[in-house]
């Protein structure tokens, strides 16, 4: 099981939850996570296509490219300026 925490209120609001979980039975793409679980995880999808998700997996700066497996922990951030390319959410 791989679990998502949302931070930020476009997220939450997107998706109606802060937390979600999701089963994985082998290592899998965050991408092809996103895409494979529509029902639960499609409102991420717009944001995901226009580069505003910023991602870490257990605790690590990541990418959408990044494989998860499971007990692995997703934090994704809604980045609203990718022109500071996560500057202001590094470094507040």
């Known amino acids: 099981m ?3 925490l949302l931070f930020g209120e476009t997220l939450r609001q997107a ?3 802060s937390e ?3 089963e994985v039975p082998e290592p899998i793409t965050l991408k092809a996570l996103l895409e494979g679980n529509q029902d ?3 409102a991420l999808l717009p944001f995901m296509n226009k580069g505003e998700l910023l991602v870490t997996v257990n605790r690590k700066v990541a990418t959408l490219d ?3 497996r ?3 922990t997703v934090k ?3 980045q609203f300026n990718p022109v500071h390319d996560g500057a202001m959410w590094q470094n507040p």
Do not use: F, I, M, N
Request: net charge negative; aromatic share 0%.
């Open 15 to 17: 998706t109606g939850e």
């Open 70 to 72: 499971d007990g692995d």
């Open 66 to 68: 990044s494989k998860v």
């Open 20 to 22: 979600l979980q999701c």
């Open 76 to 78: 994704l951030t809604h």
């Open 40 to 42: 639960r995880l499609g």
């Open 2 to 4: 791989v679990t998502l």
